[in-house]
C-alpha cells in the first residue's frame, strides 16, 4: 500500500496553555510557565508536559501525549474513514499502520525554523 498524506495536525491545530509546575525541580521551577498542555478540540483530546524545566522539551512530550490518548485514536480513525471513502480498505487496519512511530513526524521550532525531532541533538 502507497503511502499516501490525508492530512496533518500540528501544533497549531491546538489550544496551548501554559502553566507552572508545582513539584520538585528547584530553580525557578515554581515560578515559570514550563508546564505545557494542548488540546485538540475536534477530537477532545488532551496531552500534558511537566516533565522537565524547559518549555520547548515539555510542548514536545504534550504533544506526543495527546496523540496516544484514546480520543484522539477514535477521532483519527474517524477522518481516515472520511477522507478514504467507501472503500474496500480495512480502515482499522490503515490506521494501525499510519500510527506506527516511524510513520509519526515530530517537529520542533528551532532558530533556523521547523526541524525533524530525530535530527535534532540535545545536550
Do not use: Y
Request: overall charge positive; aromatic content about 4%.
Amino acid at each position: 500500500m502507497q503511502k499516501q498524506l490525508l492530512f496533518s495536525v500540528t501544533a497549531k491545530n491546538c489550544e496551548l496553555q501554559t502553566f507552572t509546575c508545582g513539584k520538585k525541580g528547584g530553580g525557578g521551577k515554581d515560578t515559570s510557565n514550563n508546564g505545557v498542555r494542548l488540546i485538540h478540540h475536534p477530537s477532545g483530546a488532551r496531552g500534558e508536559g511537566r516533565d522537565t524545566r524547559d518549555q520547548k522539551t515539555n510542548k514536545r512530550n504534550a504533544f506526543l501525549r495527546l496523540v496516544k490518548t484514546k480520543e484522539f485514536l477514535n477521532w483519527h480513525r474517524v477522518e481516515v474513514a472520511k477522507k478514504l471513502g467507501n472503500t474496500t480498505i480495512d480502515v482499522n487496519a490503515a490506521v494501525d499502520a499510519t500510527m506506527n512511530p516511524q510513520n509519526l513526524l515530530v517537529e520542533i521550532q528551532t532558530k533556523r525554523g521547523w526541524v525533524n525531532e530525530s535530527k535534532v541533538t540535545t545536550t
